[in-house]
Each structure stands twice: as C-alpha cells, then as structure tokens.
Nanobody, 116 residues
Framework: VQLQAYGGGLVQAGGYLRLSCAAP????????MGWYRQAPGKERELVAG???????NYADFVKGRFTISRDNARNAVYLQMNSLKPEDTAVYYC???????????WGHGTQVTVSS
C-alpha cells in the first residue's frame, strides 16, 4: 500500500466532499497524520492534523468547515469538507503530520475544484 488520497472532484461553492486516504501501516501506526493542499502557484500548506489518539488541529482557514478523522483499524484518514469555497481549490494530499519527513515521499493527491 502506498499513500493514496482520493475522493476529490468538482463541486459548487457551498457544497461538500469527503476525502479518504489509505496509508501503509509503517507510516500510519503510532504517528500523527495530516491533510495538506497545494493550489497552483502556491506552496503546499497543512490543512488539518490528527494524532494517533485522535487529537485534532486545523488551519484557521478551514476551522468550522472541515473535519479530520482517522480509523486506526483500517490505516485510513479522512477529511470531511463542508461549505467549500473557490479558494479551497487545490490538490489535496495526505501524509504524516511532519510534512512528510517520516514518510519520505508524497503520494498521489486528489484534485478538489470548487466553482463559484
């Protein structure tokens, strides 16, 4: 299993999407995980993180709209995105919460496009 994010798509502003990520156990077990995004011409940024025990943190620009969760039995992490805005348009990636420093690579992201 390689890092793989999926569930993106095209949605109208105000809509919602749920992203999922499958991670290798060697990365997932015991580690904090994060969702990141990169918009065209911008640097990658952390959207949300979750510890092994379930403690969550969010970037200010998604607080109250996005919810991160994980299923430790499935080595999976999720991102529920509500009230989407055009500025949320980006490629979304999952990785360890240390900006990929544990993993050492970035898997395939999933494109989220929000139309106005």
């Amino acid at each position: 299993v390689q890092l793989q994010a999926y569930g993106g798509g095209l949605v109208q502003a105000g809509g919602y999407l749920r992203l999922s990520c499958a991670a290798p156990g060697s990365i997932f077990i015991g580690n904090s995980m994060g969702w990141y995004r990169q918009a065209p011409g911008k640097e990658r940024e952390l959207v949300a993180g979750i510890t092994w025990g379930g403690k969550k943190n969010y970037a200010d620009f998604v607080k109250g709209r996005f919810t991160i969760s994980r299923d430790n039995a499935r080595n999976a992490v999720y991102l529920q995105m509500n009230s989407l805005k055009p500025e949320d348009t980006a490629v979304y990636y999952c990785n360890d919460a240390l900006d990929g420093r544990i993993t050492g690579y970035w898997g395939h992201g999933t494109q989220v496009t929000v139309s106005s």
